[in-house]
């Protein structure tokens, strides 16, 4: 069954990443996915949270947030569940692939902006927080010279149960429509970060869930070879 | 390798489901894993949120609370973060099994508030709202007479990989030593509604993925038969 | 008049207090005065509030919530004046009996979660939350060992006026109905530490003030050889 | 034993009223006990509580303030749990006075804005709010034309055991030394709307609660007589 | 063409100023324009805020307030957009004529709670809250003994256009009927300090808006000698 | 004196256009002044504030945000009064130059999200909003055919004393420099808006004052020229 864009069930929309889009931040990214806009920028504090002082350790922590005019009608500024339930994800994202200790006791905090909201902005969130991290991470100071603190890359993409069919990146009109609906955080080495599937007012096969979780990785994949596109001859694994 | 407390990979704690624990609620379920203590209690309103007025149809709803005196170290009652993301967990796995429509314009709210916490407690929720909500939806009047309005059960286990080996229900301590950790939500039919993996600070490969899965199949399994005796004659799929 | 449920005018409801409810806190009293159902948890902190700090005594205090479930109509988590006249009131009849000094600087909180009300839960928290205390501190070191930070016990409960007639630890029914409602707080030895009356939309004489005071009286007596009966040999005054 | 002031145990402070201090508010008081001034100000609304919607009856409410400059260490503007109770115990004082039903669909606020705080801002907030609140009801329209929505005065003071000697009327000198601290609020015709007695980290005997009950009711009647006063023919019971 | 109560259009209502109106703060200034009251109190803190903290210098801010019954419909105590917009103009206004190094690790935080509002409120709160500013200082220990920390002394008035006419000092009639408000704060030596004018959906021309300043620096000039005569001869310039 | 960046007293920053920068609101203009970069969105929504509703008239209002990767040093989300006093001005520079009644009971919302920081940030919104306020209002159904809700432009710029000397459209070095900041609001047609002239502990004489506004007219002519270029023939005045 054909999707209602065009689009093959396992192809991504298209990508575009602007590196430095802001001055002010230490890390600038503009990722877009289709209509989809998210500004990711990532900022240094040389402070840590209380449970970090003189552990060593340092902390990457990010924020979510959607502009009002991100959307078709507008959305009010208040923090909501979604919203909270959003950033831990994204944080817990990065530091799956930082080494904390690396980093010492300095704190970048990420923030993922939605400029335009057409679906998958958690997923392009994380996708383009990691290109403003490293930007970040190559401004600072680190403890040990020449130990960077981030040890894999991440990406993420939405999948989806549409129609009953598989698709990958979905878009609002087929998150709309989706039975169910899963993110998948992944590694530039393939692994896995977080697995998170859900159909509201659904349920779904094992059989679906393997499916969903193949076409993930799939879609990671290629997220990972535009990131390190993207970062150029700075960044390689 | 062993665990902590003796019991085998696969094996839940001790589960004990104790109905009409309190009074004034439409449904009160007391239910206990282990050491980890859960009151879900259900309560009926008239009125639905604003969106569903005049649609004909119901809402099912959940919030989710630790006492302060559930923790060792006594835990604020400010609402966090993970607060939030819990109850809205546990909204989505009742919703999955529910028919709104069959319900009417009527809301049910279930409050999961955790008496004592030793790990799980949002799996020991989702498990233990379930019942309540029977409770609560056999003291209402359904606009379709003879049309329950709930469609299949639900129950929900954790699972993790705890020094790298799989290991079923875990508590506490087991869950602090977790690389990763997933949550797996399912119908008394076999179908999934939520599956939640995550590794903080770590990642995990494809094959440690499909294996978590099976394991909270077979716990999600148990959930399911002690629901049903608990719920008795009343009811029965 | 007889009462709606058959006791006699200075009758208390059937008491049941079961020490060590839940295993995490270090006090853990589930007190049923009838229908009212009370979890009290008492939490031991090694920091006081900033006004202690290095004055080498420490401080005991209260928070005081009913769970939504706990009434026939949900009750929403908000916190509004009643819940904080309330936790107010159980902290100043903790602190009533307690040598603070011989405590040290350390902070207990002493949970009062509302299972189930019907009425006088108030009461039953002050009751209940002292077993709590006296459990938590048995607990902890103590500055001056064989220093007892308790000088004497407290306990509670309400009295009221119900159509004209005085009448013992008020449930629901009773509550709504009475012209005059009373909290009457005092020690083991016979001493007064509060004594609330008031009447809304309603005023008393001074015959029927002094005659609620004596049912007050009454009625901790018997609350007071409650408490020590569950205490057993190890709080003996 | 002399009082620091050289007042007699049972002597009020000297007590000076001033209707109409403001113009803006229908009824508006500046009420000062010694060196305790507070402003009330009374303003009626033609709307009341939802819960009162298409009862016929009105409804008297009263919120409590203290200005930051009121105390010698300035105070910030955060409300906390003692202002909460505090506005509680003014509205239902005023509540027990008055007949909501000739008082019809409307709602009374009365304002009490602490100018000056030397002990006994509550007490004088009710006594204050009393005058101000009739003056607010002579400017609207009754829904019975000559039934005054008013049955009795109400006015209250405070008394406490000061270094074991009662005392009536305490400033705030004698209010930090006192081992028990009563309020005590009563009608025009010997009527008790509210007692509250707390010791604060103290007790208190039967005798010494009979002594201070007798104290409150001595200052109360030559508070209501300045009421009249200051309400001159116009407010005659 | 004539203002609505008979001033001439560069006259100020009548002025009346009383130090020491309350006891316990250490500035106290009751300030009346007309029916606008405003009582200014001045507070002393020994702390300074974070950012000053070792720098020797000290700070002076301010806090705007309307009382709930300062209105003829009764004001919600909500802090507001305006309420923040206020207190920051006053709190620069007072900090514009002061030397922070002459005053040391010190902060003074001027209150200025609105008793009864006719119209310029923001600025009577600026002219009283000066002089409560000066009779606080004179409280305090100075760091360099003789160096008074303030510099010059402020005033502010309101000026508008109503019905196409230049009015000082507008009342709450003209200001509802102004084209243009602005406000002109100033210094005893004929500096300005601010300068905020605005068309709430109008404009204004070069020409109106020149004359509107002229007429400002007018009202300014008997503010201060009203200023200079109430401090009498504790402060000259 | 010279310019830090070389820029002639009376000279603009370079600016930069770009309309339809998203997709998803009506009106979406990103505006940049020099590193000033501002996102201005302009949402329609059909129902209009309480005091409103019934009358015919529309309203139109703004908000004022920094993303926290705007500055250096990352801003906090958090809402303070520097950003309510803002939105303020937005608002109302947007309504001097709107005819409410041609609009009709709709709202327009014109959300300004400071991407980039610095300085000129609340001029260069207005300057922008107006732009996507147009785009906006093309969008609608207006209630009066051809009439079009707005009869005038309105931009603005900031104008301040920088080591004496006056200086136009300062960016942030200049601003933390200046002695007197000024925001000067005009229409296309030459009409002042707002001005706004303040001395952070500074004051102004009136010959720097007037300096200042013939400063800000130049600068805001330059602007509305800007604006008519960018929205080309769709907008001639």
């Known amino acids: 069954m054909a999707r209602h864009d065009g689009r093959k069930p396992n192809e991504l929309r298209e990508l575009k990443i602007k590196r430095r889009f802001t001055k002010n931040a230490a890390g600038s990214v503009l990722i877009q996915t289709g209509a989809t806009t998210v500004l990711c920028t990532a900022s240094v504090e040389s402070s840590v949270p209380p449970w970090l002082k003189g552990s060593g350790k340092g902390w990457i922590t990010a924020e979510y947030n959607m ?31 930082a080494d904390l200790e690396a980093l010492g006791e300095q704190m970048i905090t990420v923030d ?25 991470l190559q401004t600072i100071q680190l403890p040990i010279p020449g130990k960077f603190p981030l040890v894999d890359s991440v990406a993420a993409v939405s999948v989806g149960l549409v129609n009953g069919a598989g698709a990958l990146d979905l878009d609002y009109v087929e998150d709309v429509d989706a039975e ?50 993207a970062l150029g001859k700075k960044w390689l694994w």
Chains 1, 2, 3, 4, 5, 6 share one sequence.
């Open 67 to 97: 502009l009002p005019g991100s959307t078709p009608t507008r959305k009010s500024r208040k923090v909501d569940g979604r919203t909270t339930e959003i950033q831990r994800l994204i944080g817990r994202s990065l530091r799956a692939v």
């Open 112 to 136: 993922c902006d939605v400029l335009d909201a057409d679906g998958g902005t958690r997923t392009a969130s994380i996708t383009g927080a990691f290109i403003a991290l490293v930007d970040a």
């Open 180 to 229: 169910v609906d899963m993110n998948v955080v992944m590694t530039g080495s393939g692994k896995f970060v977080e697995v998170q599937g859900a159909g509201e007012e659904a349920t779904f096969t094992e059989d679906e869930l393997l499916k969903l979780i193949q076409l993930g990785k799939h879609g990671v994949k290629q997220l990972t070879a535009a990131q390190a596109k």
